[in-house]
């Protein structure tokens, strides 16, 4: 009694609790991905592998819309921001129907390229697409708002929905389908959805927006949109390629390689969320903004090196705990793509923190090495090792190079402020 007596005393900040809500979602989806590897086995994994790996790109995809969203229901209100949503809601829907539609279509091609069993869990993704695009315009106006609670909500139901339907319908008909997987992510973002605010979403008379104003979200849209691309490259373009390279039961190895060692971007993907919005509010009420830069670096610098260590120390017994005896042979490479996931993860702090603040350099940068990453592995791929380590000698450099320009910044700011 004493115990929860304390816990209403200490009342848990918005924050904190939409932290720990991102802790549990990533556990209920590292949990989804461990139980499909060990339910379907390398082999079938390669094609569960693929279908996760597109819902990782449509949700960078996505993400532009979300961040656009945040940003700007920050720094509007009133009628303004009501007419600024509707505009957001319109935009998004019309890109998720197009994106949709194209999947649909190509759904043969992609089948071919990735050397999947069916085509139809192509299909079946295909017709998610414009709901996942809707989900992240309303999860933009909460994060922007910080409102915590809803925010942490729609992203604890799309995990559990999809958890429950998808391992219900392959436990209950013993069904190890693709298209299963695709019908359990298509319901999942009927149920991320909720809690869903705006129902006048697209009114018949609405404020028109300035042209100061278009031309501020459309500029962000674009620099946001380039960046969520070099996003997509990095974090998903060595399984897709390790799909088209490699054979089914080694691509299967590679995605719970990939699956453990990302847990580090995961978190830090928490701290973004966090990130744009307070450096948005601080930079609009004149404040500095490089503290929260460094808290948060040094949050993803301590979480990365224990995982790091971890992975090295005990490699072995991380596989079998998590995906079984079967997918033992990845464990020598454990640690190193932790490496490369590590570095990633602190440069990707760094390329948020100068978009919420205009600056666009570091963006430009990850899209550059993003494209180099994806080369190298084209060029060296003769086993999965030499994929790793093609991947750390790009982040590396990422890391670097993004290190360089923050004090390259940082001392030209100080130049300007000192000549006033």
């Known amino acids: 009694m004493q115990f929860f007596s304390q816990i209403k005393e200490k009342k848990i900040k918005p924050e904190q609790l939409f932290m720990l809500s991102v802790l549990a979602v990533n556990g209920g989806n590292y949990l989804y991905n461990l139980i499909l590897g060990r339910i379907l086995g390398p082999a079938q994994f390669a094609d569960a592998a693929v279908l996760i790996t597109f819902l990782l790109v449509l949700s960078f995809a996505a993400m532009t819309f979300q961040l656009v969203t945040a940003k700007f229901s920050v720094l509007f209100e009133n009628d303004i921001f009501q007419s600024f949503i509707s505009k ?71 995990m559990l929905s999809r958890l429950v339907i998808t391992l219900g319908l392959i436990l209950l008909f013993d069904i190890k389908s693709s298209v299963v997987i695709a019908v359990g992510i298509l319901a999942s973002f009927v149920f991320g959805l909720f809690p869903f605010k705006y129902k006048n979403l697209f009114p018949k008379k609405a404020l028109v927006l300035s042209q100061t104003h278009s031309k ?23 399984i897709l390629l390790v799909k088209h390279f490699f054979e089914s039961y080694e691509a299967g190895l590679y995605a719970s390689l990939a699956l453990i060692g990302r847990i580090v971007y995961f978190i830090a993907w928490m701290f973004v969320m966090l990130l744009l919005p307070t450096v948005v509010e601080l ?4 404040k500095k903004t490089a503290p929260i830069l460094f808290k948060y670096v040094g949050y993803i610098a301590a979480i990365s090196i224990t995982i790091i260590l ?111």
Request: aromatic share 16%.
């Open 283 to 286: 930079k609009k009420e004149g």
């Open 310 to 420: 971890v992975c090295l120390a005990f490699p072995e017994t991380i596989i079998t705990l998590l995906f079984g005896d079967s997918y033992i042979a990845m464990a020598p490479l454990l640690w190193k793509y932790a490496i490369a996931t590590s570095m990633f993860a602190i440069s990707n702090i760094f390329a948020y923190y100068y978009l919420s603040l205009d600056k666009y350099v570091p963006v430009v940068i990850s899209g550059v090495f993003g494209m180099l990453q994806m080369l190298l592995v084209i060029y060296f791929h003769d086993s999965l090792e030499q994929v790793v380590y093609m991947q750390i000698v790009a982040m590396l450099l990422l890391l670097v190079i993004q290190l360089i320009y923050f004090k390259y910044d940082s001392s030209k700011s100080a130049k300007t402020l000192n000549l006033k």
């Open 88 to 158: 957001v809601y319109k935009n998004a829907l019309a890109v998720g129907l197009a994106f949709g539609a194209l999947i649909i279509i190509f759904a043969g091609a992609l089948q071919n390229v990735f050397n999947t069993s069916s085509s139809n869990m192509f299909v079946v993704f295909g017709f998610g697409v414009p709901l996942y695009f809707l989900m992240s315009v309303n999860r933009g106006v909460f994060q922007g708002k910080k409102s915590f609670k809803n925010l942490s909500i729609t992203y604890q139901t799309e």
């Open 216 to 238: 501020d979200i459309r500029h962000f849209f674009i620099i946001t949109a380039f960046y969520e691309l070099t996003q997509i490259i990095i974090n998903n373009s060595d």
